[in-house]
């Protein structure tokens, strides 16, 4: 039965990015460098380790003509799913020229996408592995493991985003052509498929979106549709154990169909970007038993699963989840992929029920769990984000350091895609409704009911809880303006002037209020940001009698090299005093936090900027003196 897609009219929507001028102190900084050094980074590596290389010879391969026997220069170098790595630079790339241009960036775009043209096969598949690989060219879809799907959802969001931002529509053509081929083959009467690694379902969203073609938007629901029902086949990797956690049917969570799954399972970047698919479907299917299954999957994560810092996914043995509670510090996986997925999972859900809970994980990501991927110069990435380190190298058995680049190299790559669209995750729109949710200073340009409002948002964030909201427009028009209430934040004060009705109670974590704008109105709002002391739920095994630091949004850690008395003797308990200090010239400008109890006094910094010195030890949860810790102090 044909379903009704809904009309979005009346929807939750977030202000695109590139409707909104990031102005922050802050991520000022963290923007210029990703522009200067990171996305250039991604893309000569992914040049330098033979990723592009491959659709070179791809290219090659299929003018001589697929039959002929493949010569040894032209097989295919690397992991079966590196060109999701080529098509996530050419995003992140697209996303910095929409705001910064670049001729010889786009130059560079336009000779790799050249090669991703003549990568394709005539009757649109594309993959170089299947094309060049001496042991598998030829046997495309065989293996649902295999990533043929994932790797072309990343290249349908490069498309997208270099069709938005340069207007060039070859890489589209490709995408679409690439899509036709898919659907020719799967679907309902055709052939199952149930791609073990996702991220095509919401790949297809954005391609429906942009197109308004809805067979993408039907594929997405049926790809969902296949899950759960026994059709999954895969030969396994070979390098590992047919017993093990990674084989079981959790770790593509296709153990049952999506709207029965009630918890957190499997792979966790594979997981977050299922939900992040399912929610997308849904907002357009109107499909209440997915939205439910999300809302039983996110209490599984956020209250069971997840670090502090926003990292999910703590085993290294199946990149993602295994018992509730499990999170051990030093062995800590948190991928960052996956704490970015957990970016786009939340964005869905937050404009879906228009609840600022879901905009809480999204700030706590980008302060702690996602920045702490990149280094602070912009070239040097995390894939794996310990909570705690022992300083060893890595060599004697302690843990890898930032890396340049990685043999899996799906985290670099991601970043560059995510931190220039940092801004869209700070307005929603529902009607007149306005909804701040990230408060990071910016110039926001939104349209209500014809009327062009600016909202001009002046804070100094992460470091400072003052907030400044002008709202401009250029005639009268009445609006609900909603701040969402930080879940750290324990006071706020608030003051308004003109016509400004009286805010009404928290719900949903909003505080919203009703304006009258004419011309200029001016509201500011102030949260206590002071150190807080977090416990972990006393489940969690390795935090029982330790706390965490976090001061507003971010979370900190010791680091040795601050600390010449070393990390392992620090205690905090009730007497402990804090102390804030404005660092500009440490680590692109932080608030150190100053720990003091009695003679002894130690340093904290922010978690996402541990590892950007010496080699030293470095924690985030340290020992709590017991029965003497109440109080939260500044
Ligand atoms: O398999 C592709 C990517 O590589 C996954 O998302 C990451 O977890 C890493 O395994
Ligand atoms: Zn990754």
């Known amino acids: 039965m044909t379903k009704t897609v809904q009309s979005t009219e009346n929807v939750c929507r977030a202000i695109p990015f590139t409707d909104v001028k990031i102005d922050s102190l802050f991520w000022n900084s963290v923007l210029e460098t990703h522009h200067r050094v990171t996305v250039h980074t991604v893309v000569n590596r992914c040049i330098e380790t033979n990723r592009v290389n491959n659709f070179i010879k791809s290219g090659k391969y299929l003018k001589m003509g697929i039959d002929k026997p493949l010569p040894k220069e032209l097989e295919f170098e690397g992991r079966f799913y590196d060109d999701s790595d080529v098509y996530k630079a050419i995003e992140g790339a697209a996303y910095s020229l929409m705001q910064y241009k670049d001729e010889a960036l786009e130059k560079k775009i336009d000779t790799i996408i050249d090669a991703i043209e003549e990568a394709q096969w005539f009757d649109g598949y594309l993959m170089t592995f299947y094309t060049i690989d001496p042991e598998n060219k030829g046997q495309r879809w065989t293996d649902m493991d295999r990533h043929e799907?994932?790797?072309?959802?990343?290249?349908?969001?490069?498309?997208?985003?270099?069709?938005?931002?340069?207007?060039?529509?070859?890489?589209?053509?490709?995408?679409?052509?690439?899509?036709?081929?898919?659907?020719?083959?799967?679907?309902?009467?055709?052939?199952?498929?149930?791609?073990?690694?996702?991220?095509?379902?919401?790949?297809?969203?954005?391609?429906?979106?942009?197109?308004?073609?809805?067979?993408?938007?039907?594929?997405?629901l049926w790809l969902l549709s296949e899950r759960g029902k026994d059709h999954y086949v895969s030969e396994g990797r070979p390098y590992l154990d047919k017993d093990q956690l990674f084989y079981?049917?959790?770790?593509?969570?296709?153990?049952?169909?999506?709207?029965?799954?009630?918890?957190?399972?499997?792979?966790?970047?594979?997981?977050?970007?299922?939900?992040?698919?399912?929610?997308?479907?849904?907002?357009?299917?109107?499909?209440?038993?997915?939205?439910?299954?999300?809302?039983?999957?996110?209490?599984?994560?956020?209250?069971?699963?997840?670090?502090?810092?926003?990292?999910?996914?703590?085993?290294?043995?199946?990149?993602?989840?295994?018992?509730?509670?499990?999170?051990?510090?030093?062995?800590?996986?948190?991928?960052?992929?996956?704490?970015?997925?957990?970016?786009?999972?939340?964005?869905?859900m937050n404009l879906l029920y228009e609840d600022g809970k879901y905009a809480h994980i999204i700030e706590r990501e980008i302060y702690n769990g996602v920045l702490s991927g990149v280094s602070l110069s912009g070239d040097r990435f995390f894939y794996v984000n310990p909570l705690e380190s022992d300083g060893k190298p890595f060599e004697e058995g302690g843990h890898k350091r930032r890396q340049e680049w990685f043999k899996t190299s799906c985290c670099p790559t991601n970043l560059s895609r995510f931190l220039p669209c940092v801004s869209e995750y700070i307005y929603a729109q529902k009607n007149e409704k306005i909804y701040i949710n990230q408060y990071i200073s910016s110039t926001g340009s939104i349209n209500i009911n014809g009327v062009n409002l600016n909202i001009i948002?002046?804070?100094?964030?992460?470091?400072?809880?003052?907030?400044?909201?002008?709202?401009?427009?250029?005639?009268?028009?009445?609006?609900?303006?909603?701040?969402?209430?930080?879940?750290?934040?324990?006071?706020?004060?608030?003051?308004?002037?003109?016509?400004?009705?009286?805010?009404?109670?928290?719900?949903?974590?909003?505080?919203?209020?009703?304006?009258?704008?004419?011309?200029?109105?001016?509201?500011?709002?102030?949260?206590?940001?002071?150190?807080?002391?977090?416990?972990?739920?006393?489940?969690?095994?390795?935090?029982?009698?330790?706390?965490?630091?976090?001061?507003?949004?971010?979370?900190?850690?010791?680091?040795?090299?601050?600390?010449p008395h070393g990390i392992d003797d620090i205690l905090i308990g009730r007497d402990t005093q804090f102390y804030s200090e404005w660092s500009p010239d440490l680590l692109r400008g932080i608030v150190r936090l100053k720990v003091k109890n009695d003679e002894k006094e130690w340093n904290a910094i922010p978690y996402y900027a541990w590892d950007n010195r010496e080699l030293g030890k470095m924690s985030v949860f340290v020992k709590e003196l017991i029965d003497n810790t109440r109080s939260v102090e500044n």
Request: hydrophobic share 35%.
């Open 149 to 220: 799907m994932y790797c072309g959802g990343h290249l349908i969001e490069a498309a997208i985003a270099y069709y938005s931002a340069t207007g060039k529509d070859k890489l589209l053509k490709v995408s679409k052509k690439m899509v036709d081929h898919w659907m020719k083959i799967f679907g309902p009467d055709k052939r199952d498929w149930v791609p073990g690694h996702q991220e095509v379902e919401l790949a297809l969203v954005k391609l429906y979106e942009l197109t308004q073609d809805r067979r993408y938007l039907d594929f997405a």
């Open 248 to 348: 079981k049917r959790e770790y593509h969570q296709d153990h049952l169909p999506v709207e029965e799954q009630s918890f957190v399972s499997g792979h966790a970047v594979r997981a977050m970007y299922m939900y992040t698919g399912m929610a997308d479907v849904a907002k357009y299917f109107n499909k209440k038993e997915y939205m439910n299954a999300l809302t039983k999957i996110w209490e599984n994560i956020v209250y069971s699963n997840m670090y502090i810092t926003g990292g999910i996914g703590s085993s290294i043995e199946n990149e993602g989840f295994t018992e509730d509670f499990d999170l051990p510090n030093v062995s800590a996986y948190a991928e960052t992929c996956a704490a970015i997925g957990m970016v786009f999972f939340n964005h869905r």
């Open 457 to 563: 948002q002046q804070n100094n964030f992460p470091w400072d809880g003052e907030v400044e909201v002008k709202l401009k427009a250029d005639k009268k028009v009445n609006a609900t303006i909603c701040f969402r209430i930080p879940d750290w934040c324990e006071e706020y004060s608030y003051q308004y002037s003109g016509n400004i009705n009286s805010p009404i109670g928290l719900k949903k974590e909003y505080v919203c209020m009703d304006i009258e704008i004419n011309g200029e109105e001016t509201l500011k709002i102030i949260f206590v940001m002071k150190v807080k002391k977090v416990h972990m739920d006393p489940r969690v095994k390795e935090d029982q009698g330790k706390i965490a630091l976090q001061r507003g949004p971010v979370v900190y850690a010791f680091e040795e090299v601050d600390n």
